[in-house]
């Protein structure tokens, strides 16, 4: 019988070939013929598969060439009294030089050329797998790798050797011992690879395997850019999802879940949970997951914000439509919240009516206020009656790697750096902090890293992270700054690079490329944060 290799492998190549194949098997049945012989020859001899070549074409010389074990080129073959074609033919001989078949190659007059030798298979084989823009390679019994395309010694020279070889020899070995197909797959943070392997057997003996791998990788990139972009563009917007929330813990997990099922209410929710734990960004997830997507949403602080509060507290809220986020509720006078209080009653009774959503949050414990004397007690129970609490990183610290991960692809954006993993001290010291802002600490703290690493570093080190520093500042030399500015660590960290940078440039006169270098910037970064800071 024909080599099954050649039937699966060169086929589809036949088939697009200007030339008619005609193959037949040692006994001169045919076993393949492509569209052009069949265009070719098919109105005077009608090509069947699995019928003898002379019962369709009685002056074939096909067995000729079996008995011969010799090569035919560019004989005249007649197909009428006016036309006719030019046929060559060829042995196909197996590796004990024994006779398996014969190939027929039909050419139109005006086609005339040298066809392929003895090894003409081979060649078009070889040239399918060099071509080929998928990495292909040809392994025997042994494992030892026959044939490969450049896209295959390519692939391999860029991949962790040890571990890419081990995957590949244990797809192999699935196929020698199961004798079918296997795939398996490589999925780390640079690649994304489907390693497939199919078995060559010939009468019955395993000869080797087909392997080709398949490099998603760039796929995958696209898409996580793509989320990436999308959940940034979402930020900026205002416009957060549920999914753009970062977890593992069953803590968050549960508050989420809460939040889903209020959030198809339009009952006044209560979101409580220390500064940094997301507050916001669940208030705003809430207004887009629930009818009131398509209105406005406005964010109101009681001292940034005092005309629209005022507003809003003296029954002019009839004009918005949407949803209201009051914030800190706590920073209200008492005078304030006997208004809210009011408000909250009558809102109670037109809930399903009214066209406003109202969302309040806190970050100090209402408890604690309601000791002091500064906050009203049936206010308190209003509130409470549907709340959600948003917990802080200390009780959640599995979420803090997944977070700071996400974190570090925003600002390898912001800075043209490549700071792919974190290692597991650094990990750890993360883990260990105690935040006092909690998530926005946690991004403050790795935006000071990436400015204290190195150009060429692609992992986060404990070294790069200064935590006793920042507490030490943030409680000696910057407290009162935050009391009266109410800046956030973030704010702090940048006015601190800002100096830094100034400080640098007028050290080095103003040499940009210099101060770069210096503290270990690319130029484009350096130049990003000059625009940032106004220091060009």
Same mark, same amino acid.
């Given at each position: 019988?024909?080599?099954?290799?050649?039937?699966?492998?060169?086929?589809?190549?036949?088939?697009?070939?200007?030339?008619?194949?005609?193959?037949?098997?040692?006994?001169?049945?045919?076993?393949?013929?492509?569209?052009?012989?069949?265009?070719?020859?098919?109105?005077?001899?009608?090509?069947?598969?699995?019928?003898?070549?002379?019962?369709?074409?009685?002056?074939?010389?096909?067995?000729?060439?079996?008995?011969?074990?010799?090569?035919?080129?560019?004989?005249?073959?007649?197909?009428?009294?006016?036309?006719?074609?030019?046929?060559?033919?060829?042995?196909?001989?197996?590796?004990?030089?024994?006779?398996?078949?014969?190939?027929?190659?039909?050419?139109?007059?005006?086609?005339?050329?040298?066809?392929?030798?003895?090894?003409?298979?081979?060649?078009?084989?070889?040239?399918?797998?060099?071509?080929?823009?998928?990495?292909?390679?040809?392994?025997?019994?042994?494992?030892?790798?026959?044939?490969?395309?450049?896209?295959?010694?390519?692939?391999?020279?860029?991949?962790?050797?040890?571990?890419?070889?081990?995957?590949?020899?244990?797809?192999?070995?699935?196929?020698?011992?199961?004798?079918?197909?296997?795939?398996?797959?490589?999925?780390?943070?640079?690649?994304?690879?489907?390693?497939?392997?199919?078995?060559?057997?010939?009468?019955?003996?395993?000869?080797?395997?087909?392997?080709?791998?398949?490099?998603?990788?760039?796929?995958?990139?696209?898409?996580?850019?793509?989320?990436?972009?999308?959940?940034?563009?979402?930020?900026?917007?205002?416009?957060?999802?549920?999914?753009?929330?970062?977890?593992?813990?069953?803590?968050?997990?549960?508050?989420?879940?809460?939040?889903?099922?209020?959030?198809?209410?339009?009952?006044?929710?209560?979101?409580?949970?220390?500064?940094?734990?997301?507050?916001?960004?669940?208030?705003?997830?809430?207004?887009?997951?629930?009818?009131?997507?398509?209105?406005?949403?406005?964010?109101?602080?009681?001292?940034?914000?005092?005309?629209?509060?005022?507003?809003?507290?003296?029954?002019?809220?009839?004009?918005?439509?949407?949803?209201?986020?009051?914030?800190?509720?706590?920073?209200?006078?008492?005078?304030?919240?006997?208004?809210?209080?009011?408000?909250?009653?009558?809102?109670?009774?037109?809930?399903?009516?009214?066209?406003?959503?109202?969302?309040?949050?806190?970050?100090?414990?209402?408890?604690?206020?309601?000791?002091?004397?500064?906050?009203?007690?049936?206010?308190?129970?209003?509130?409470?009656?549907?709340?959600?609490?948003?917990?802080?990183?200390?009780?959640?610290?599995?979420?803090?790697?997944?977070?700071?991960?996400?974190?570090?692809?925003?600002?390898?954006?912001?800075?043209?750096?490549?700071?792919?993993?974190?290692? =597991? %001290?650094?990990? /750890?010291? #993360?883990? !260990?902090?105690?935040?006092?802002?909690? @998530?926005?600490? &946690?991004?403050?703290? +790795?935006?000071?890293?990436?400015?204290?690493?190195?150009?060429?570093?692609?992992?986060?080190?404990?070294?790069?992270?200064?935590?006793?520093?920042?507490?030490?500042?943030?409680?000696?030399?910057?407290?009162?700054?935050?009391?009266?500015?109410?800046?956030?660590?973030?704010?702090?960290?940048?006015?601190?690079?800002?100096?830094?940078?100034?400080?640098?440039?007028?050290? =080095? %006169?103003?040499? /940009?490329? #210099?101060? !770069?270098?210096?503290?270990?910037?690319? @130029?484009?970064? &350096?130049?990003?944060? +000059?625009?940032?800071?106004?220091?060009?």
């Amino acid at each position: 019988m024909i080599d099954r290799t050649i039937q699966t492998t060169s086929y589809a190549l036949f088939d697009e070939m200007k030339e008619g194949i005609i193959l037949v098997d040692n006994r001169g049945v045919i076993c393949y013929f492509n569209k052009s012989a069949e265009r070719m020859i098919q109105e005077q001899y009608p090509l069947q598969i699995d019928q003898h070549i002379l019962s369709i074409i009685p002056t074939s010389g096909m067995m000729r060439v079996l008995h011969t074990k010799r090569k035919e080129e560019q004989k005249i073959f007649a197909i009428s009294d006016k036309d006719y074609l030019l046929i060559s033919r060829y042995p196909l001989k197996n590796t004990g030089n024994q006779v398996i078949g014969a190939v027929a190659v039909l050419q139109e007059a005006n086609q005339k050329r040298q066809w392929l030798d003895d090894n003409n298979i081979q060649v078009l084989l070889t040239l399918v797998l060099q071509n080929s823009a998928e990495a292909f390679a040809v392994v025997d019994e042994l494992g030892h790798i026959i044939m490969q395309n450049p896209s295959y010694k390519e692939l391999l020279s860029v991949l962790d050797q040890q571990r890419a070889r081990k995957l590949i020899a244990q797809n192999r070995e699935e196929v020698f011992r199961t004798r079918r197909d296997a795939e398996i797959s490589l999925n780390s943070d640079s690649h994304c690879l489907v390693i497939k392997s199919t078995p060559i057997i010939v009468d019955g003996i395993l000869k080797g395997c087909l392997q080709s791998i398949n490099n998603n990788t760039e796929i995958i990139h696209l898409k996580r850019e793509l989320q990436q972009t999308k959940s940034i563009i979402r930020g900026l917007e205002h416009s957060y999802q549920f999914e753009d929330f970062i977890y593992q813990s069953s803590s968050m997990k549960f508050a989420l879940e809460q939040a889903k099922l209020i959030g198809a209410s339009k009952r006044v929710l209560f979101i409580r949970g220390e500064e940094g734990t997301g507050k916001f960004m669940l208030a705003n997830t809430i207004h887009n997951w629930s009818g009131n997507k398509f209105h406005l949403f406005k964010r109101i602080h009681p001292k940034r914000n005092r005309e629209q509060l005022i507003k809003l507290l003296n029954k002019n809220s009839g004009n918005y439509k949407g949803t209201v986020y009051l914030e800190n509720v706590t920073c209200l006078s008492i005078e304030e919240q006997t208004l809210l209080l009011e408000m909250v009653k009558e809102y109670a009774k037109v809930e399903k009516q009214s066209s406003l959503r109202l969302i309040v949050s806190s970050t100090i414990k209402l408890e604690k206020a309601l000791m002091a004397g500064v906050f009203l007690e049936e206010l308190y129970d209003e509130l409470m009656k549907s709340h959600i609490y948003l917990p802080p990183l200390s009780e959640r610290k599995e979420d803090i790697y997944p977070l700071a991960k996400h974190f570090l692809l925003e600002l390898n954006k912001e800075s043209g750096r490549w700071i792919k993993e974190i290692e =597991l %001290d650094a990990q /750890k010291v #993360l883990e !260990a902090y105690s935040y006092s802002t909690n @998530v926005q600490e &946690l991004k403050a703290i +790795l935006q000071l890293a990436v400015i204290r690493a190195k150009e060429e570093d692609t992992i986060l080190k404990s070294e790069h992270l200064v935590l006793s520093q920042m507490n030490k500042k943030s409680k000696m030399d910057v407290q009162d700054e935050m009391d009266e500015d109410n800046q956030t660590l973030s704010e702090l960290i940048e006015k601190y690079e800002k100096v830094i940078i100034e400080k640098t440039l007028r050290k =080095l %006169d103003g040499n /940009k490329t #210099l101060t !770069a270098k210096t503290l270990g910037l690319s @130029v484009r970064n &350096l130049y990003y944060k +000059l625009d940032k800071y106004d220091l060009n």
